[in-house]
């Protein structure tokens, strides 16, 4: 893995006797040594701490940066106030999912947190779009803090981020350390986004993990925590050829929206459907159903493929999230895992419920 990037948490993450793999480019804790389904439950419980500094960051500031950014984005960003955020993707001129973001606006400008595998195409429009505004923020780490107990760690370190709502941010100090904080995050758990300087990066884990509920999570619960939340990761539900609609994203866009890239075709999908919908499936039997399987109705046709799946901790069974043509009114389906027929039964989204902090 020498060829790999680290985050500033690399030699910590070994000190905590990680399992490190290749991810994006990086060297990353895939987990640790309780393994991955006591983290996901523990994340569930108690907190997570995870380190997500393989994310892009940068800073947008200057004049008229939100009706800009609404040429690349469904997002309405002259809409949001001072300590706002919102989730909106990057569209192509096709209507497809360039990346999905967060804009979050600050007091001099919009911070724009992207996907490590995404990060060099968009960090590349931006800066094409914008030019010297868009300052790419390399020196900057990004942790998340999940779950029912991250709220305590926060209030006991800085008062006034408790405060926050989902889906709003203040920079502020944990302990002697500045950071800007957000109440959000993708496990749909409460919590925690936290940026951080690179050189503070070390002190800041170490101090969160100092509180007895916290504990170091690695990509493997990361995946399943997002999955049982019904959550899209980019290159499985959303990518160049999904449009947001077809990825279950159209809440994103209003009818009566501004012009962006592709926002001619997704109307168009708004208005009379798109050609693919996004679902969530229970699985039956102890067989896990992974991504790219193909799904076929009764008659045996093929009607979909699984994007996602895996075993969920909360519900013991295995679970799917799946792209199936938009005609199908199937309920069951099925798919073959080493010459077995597997049975998968649509189910609503989230898998497990949302416990976000609205106020």
Known sequence: MSDLKRTALYDLHLALQARMVPFAGYAMPQQYPGGIIAEHLHCREQAGFFDISHMGQCFISGDNVAEQLEALTPAVARKLEIGDQCY?????????????????????????????????????????????????????SLFALQGPAAIEVIQLLAPEAGHLKFMQIRPDRLGNIDCIISRSGYTGEDGFEISVAHTDARPLAELLL?????????????????????????????????????????????????????????QRQLQHG????????????????????????????????????GFSPTLKQPIALALVDSRCREQTFYARIR?????????????????????
Do not use: Q
Not at 88 to 110: A, F, K, M, Q, W
Not at 229 to 242: C, K, T, V
Not at 288 to 295: A, D, G, I, Q, T
Not at 341 to 357: D, E, G, M, Q, S
């Open 88 to 140: 909106t993707v990057l569209t192509n001129t096709e209507g497809g999912i360039i990346d999905d973001i967060i804009i979050s606006r600050l007091e001099e400008s919009y911070m724009l947190v992207v996907n490590a595998a995404c990060k060099d195409k968009d960090f590349t429009l931006l800066t094409d779009h914008f030019g010297e505004r868009c300052y790419i923020a390399s020196e900057r």
């Open 210 to 266: 100092s509180f007895a509920p916290v504990k170091p999570i690695g990509l493997g619960a990361r995946d399943t925590l997002r999955m049982e939340a019904g959550l899209s990761l980019y290159g499985h539900e959303l990518n160049e050829d999904i449009s947001p609609v077809e990825a279950g994203l159209g809440w994103l866009i209003s009818k009566n929206t501004h012009t962006f890239s592709g926002s001619e075709i997704i």
């Open 274 to 309: 798109a050609g693919r919908k996004r679902i969530g499936l229970l699985v039956e039997g102890k067989i896990p159903v992974r991504e790219h399987c193909r799904l076929f109705d009764a008659d045996g046709n093929e009607v979909g493929v699984t994007t996602s799946g």
């Open 339 to 359: 010459n077995r027929k597997i049975t998968l039964r649509a189910t609503p989204l989230p898998f497990v419920p949302h416990r976000y902090y609205r106020g």
